[in-house]
């Protein structure tokens, strides 16, 4: 049982290495997405560099392959091993922001790069149990709506899987294991997230949405205040 346990954690952290939008954005546009924006291969900053179709295409596809690293676990451990598939799951993760397929030496160091891991983290919540993708799916888009910060969506739903997990394990409907995953889930979303969360605390994340536009006309009014301002002083 041992061996099918670890061939599954491996099998998770390599699914989670597939570097989706690195791909998508050489079939699109042949760039190296890891030289433009934040550098990340996730669905944001590939939308940002190939376009909205490029974008969802890639999040849709690091969904899928972090629950299909559940899948994997649970069809080679028999669905018997709550903790494997919460583990592969968070290896999914971990493969997706720290690839082994993106290997980089910088300043001597070897680094390895990816993505920030909120579509995978919501795929691996998806694959533990399906219905989750129903109730933290709307709550995430309302969240990026209200908020407009990408980053505080991503951290979101993780912590949306967790309180899921938590009420349908005290419940005796699912097991606590479910909740060691999204602990485990945040954790990597966080440390990944390490620059926004330094740039959210200092007021200089970018916004997105309506926000983003809201902030942009109110700039170009107070512009123009400012300029119809100096007019009125020189004349």
């Known amino acids: 049982m041992w061996v099918r346990s670890v061939t599954a954690l491996i099998a998770a952290y390599l699914l989670g290495s597939i570097p989706v939008g690195l791909l998508m954005v050489r079939l699109v546009r042949g760039r190296d997405i890891t030289k433009w924006y934040s550098g990340r291969t996730g669905g944001t900053n590939v939308m940002r560099v190939a376009g909205v179709w490029a974008g969802s295409g890639t999040a849709i596809a690091d969904v899928l392959k972090a629950a299909g690293a559940v899948w994997v676990a649970r069809a080679l451990t028999g669905g018997g091993e709550p903790w494997i598939e919460a583990i592969a799951g968070a290896l999914a993760i971990l493969g997706h922001n720290h690839s082994i397929f993106l290997i980089q030496r910088e300043d001597g160091k070897i680094r390895l790069r990816g993505g920030a891991g909120g579509a995978c983290s919501f795929g691996a919540a998806v694959g533990l149990w399906p219905p989750a993708g129903l109730i933290i799916?709307?709550?995430?888009?309302?969240?990026?709506?209200?908020?407009?910060?990408?980053?505080?969506?991503?951290?979101?739903v993780s912590i949306m899987a967790g309180i899921i997990f938590a009420i349908r394990a005290a419940l005796g409907l699912g097991p606590w294991a479910y909740?060691?995953?999204?602990?485990?889930a945040e954790l990597l979303v966080i440390w990944a997230l390490r620059p926004?969360?330094?740039?959210?605390?200092?007021?200089?994340?970018?916004?997105?949405?309506?926000?983003?536009?809201?902030?942009?006309?109110?700039?170009?009014e107070k512009s123009g205040q400012e300029t119809d301002l100096t007019e009125s002083e020189e004349s």
């Open 137 to 156: 799916l709307p709550l995430v888009g309302a969240i990026f709506y209200g908020i407009g910060y990408a980053s505080v969506t991503t951290m979101s």
């Open 179 to 184: 909740v060691g995953y999204a602990i485990l």
């Open 196 to 220: 926004n969360i330094k740039r959210l605390l200092k007021g200089d994340e970018r916004l997105v949405g309506w926000r983003a536009r809201k902030k942009i006309k109110e700039e170009h």
